[in-house]
């Protein structure tokens, strides 16, 4: 059976990856990479 913590990893991961992937576009990669990195700790804490 899934945990919920293994449930929200599946979800976040990918979007922590998306993010440092698109880190790297100048100008505005750093802002999209702290709004993903804040939405994937969001998921983080959702209580399943």
């Known amino acids: 059976m899934l945990s919920g913590c ?3 990893k599946v ?3 990918p979007l922590r990856v998306g ?3 698109i880190s790297v ?3 505005v ?3 999209a990479d702290e ?3 804040t939405v994937a700790d ?3 804490k ?3």
């Open 6 to 8: 293994f449930l929200t």
């Open 11 to 13: 979800v976040t991961v």
């Open 19 to 21: 993010g440092a992937i």
């Open 25 to 27: 576009v100048p100008v």
């Open 29 to 31: 990669g750093g802002a």
């Open 35 to 37: 709004v993903i990195d």
């Open 42 to 44: 969001t998921v983080d």
């Open 46 to 48: 959702v209580p399943l």
